[in-house]
């Protein structure tokens, strides 16, 4: 059974914190063995930064790089479920008791990321973020989400649509982005989700033809063809005043 935190008792604990100090762990004896894990995690996190020599979207792939040890750690050892993920008070538990210090070195005594709003909470976005894009294994995962950026995390993880989370869709989703060429609109992203939540109010993907796979295909393409009208009428407009 995982311990909760609600969000008044965790305002409480964030008020004794002193500033400008790296606030301790104060857990339960039986997530000692966790935290050490996500120390180990946090380290192996930095050191693959310093050893690769990653200066453009640092902060971007410490938030991959940890997410994805996060969501081994819980997953493969502590049999962590979609259902203890939907749990906010979990998550705060884990941010306000367990490793408040790694969370503050992240992002200092930003209350949104412990606590205040569920779906800026750092270690839950995180944890989704990965699950939402899981090809398998966290090699094949870190290769698909590697020239994304922290905007790409807020666009999957807030964008939830009108019946929650659909896991198969945003993998799709995430796998066919992945495979576009780096040189594209860099707010196709954002765009891309913004369709496909305005379309799920009124179209069921696994019921169109062809599947999500066809489903996700035309979302994409959706922007394709509006480019290239854009390109060809800006053209015609070119050549008319020439």
């Not at 994304?148 to 896991?167: A, F, K, M, N």
């Not at 060429?181 to 992203?189: A, G, P, Q």
Request: aromatic share 12%.
């Amino acid at each position: 059974m995982w311990k909760t935190l609600t969000k008044s008792d965790a305002a409480k604990i964030m008020l004794s914190w002193k500033a400008n100090e790296v606030p301790s762990a104060d857990c339960d004896d039986k997530y000692i063995e966790l935290r050490e894990k996500l120390l180990k995690a946090v380290r192996k996190t930095e050191e693959y930064i310093k050893n690769n020599e990653i200066k453009s979207r640092k902060e971007y792939f410490h938030d991959l790089l940890f997410g994805l040890e996060l969501y081994d750690v819980l997953n493969n050892d502590y049999y962590f479920s979609e259902r203890n993920a939907s749990n906010d008070e979990i998550w705060i538990y884990l941010s306000i008791k367990v490793i408040p210090d790694i969370v503050y070195n992240r992002w200092g005594l930003t209350e949104t990321r412990f606590y205040k709003q569920s779906r800026r909470s750092w270690l839950r976005t995180l944890w989704w973020y990965i699950h939402l894009s899981w090809l398998g294994s966290k090699k094949e995962t870190f290769n698909l989400l590697n020239n994304h950026t922290t905007d790409e995390i807020v666009q999957l993880v807030e964008r939830s649509g009108p019946q929650g989370y659909r896991i198969d869709l945003t993998r799709e989703i995430m796998k066919q982005f992945g495979s576009l060429n780096e040189k594209h609109d860099r707010n196709l992203f954002r765009k891309i989700m913004k369709l496909n939540i305005a379309r799920l109010k009124i179209v069921e993907p696994c019921l169109t033809k062809g599947g999500i796979k066809q489903y996700v295909k035309e979302l994409i393409e959706y922007f394709d063809n509006t480019d290239e009208k854009t390109s060809a009428r800006d053209n015609v407009k070119h050549t008319a005043n020439t």
